[in-house]
């Protein structure tokens, strides 16, 4: 199985803070890799799939990038809606596997 | 717009079976696949497994191999996912999701507790 492994476990911040997440697979995974928030007691919503594709309606702040084993979330300026957990997921194989999550705290 | 609504929270025993249902509303219901995902309580994302509402061909994670069971009813566009002899650890939000997450169900909470 693909092992995804994020870092940090946990990020403390403020509004208006740039922030980067990162997610390191174990194996190349090309540019199969999304990310998700989930806000306590939601489901998860869909940021970004493809490593840097937007997904519709999500708003421009929100940026990925890479490929291969090296992936990164980036928040250009934080929002209050935008605290709670992040995931990354790979679709590359299955077993589709989850990154462990980062959870994203208000300073 | 697209919708997935599941069913309602359960309570089983140990060694009972649950069925959570996932009805697709808003596209072509034999266009896309439906992924299952489940949460335990303070944990994270763990997927169970995927099946094709075109051909009914699946793939299971291997840890719920011979107790999980997708299937999908193209009739009334409704997803199923039966899960078998009902261990405390499979207490969870069971989540339903369009091919691998593009969106959601609300969540179904299931106990397990004797």
């Known amino acids: 199985d693909i092992q995804l492994t994020q870092s940090p476990s946990f990020l403390s911040a403020s509004a208006g803070d740039r922030v980067t997440i990162t997610c390191r697979a174990s194996q190349d995974i090309s540019s199969y890799l999304a990310w998700y928030l989930q806000e306590p007691g939601k489901a998860p919503k869909l940021l970004i799939f493809?490593?840097?594709n937007l997904q519709s309606g999500v708003p421009s702040r929100f940026s990925g990038s890479g490929s291969g084993t090296e992936f990164s979330l980036t928040i250009s300026s934080l929002q209050p809606e935008d605290f709670g957990t992040y995931y990354c997921?790979?679709?590359?194989?299955?077993?589709?596997?989850f990154g462990q999550g980062t959870r994203l705290e208000i300073k | 717009q697209v919708h997935l609504v599941q069913s309602g929270a359960e309570v089983k025993k140990p060694g009972a079976s649950v069925r959570v249902s996932c009805k697709a509303s808003?596209?072509?219901?034999?266009?896309?696949?439906i992924s299952w995902v489940r949460q335990a309580p303070g944990q994270g994302l763990e997927w169970m497994g995927w099946i094709s509402n075109s051909k009914g061909n699946t793939h299971y994670a291997q840890r719920l191999q011979g107790r999980l069971t997708m299937t999908t009813d193209t009739s009334t566009t409704t997803a199923f996912m039966d899960l078998r002899s009902l261990r405390p650890d499979d207490t969870a939000v069971y989540y339903c999701?369009?091919?691998?997450?593009?969106?959601w169900g609300q969540g179904t909470l299931v106990i397990v507790s004797s």
């Open positions: 493809g490593a840097s």
């Open positions: 808003g596209y072509t219901f034999t266009s896309y696949g």
């Open positions: 999701a369009r091919d691998s997450g593009t969106y």
């Open positions: 997921q790979q679709v590359n194989s299955y077993p589709i596997t």
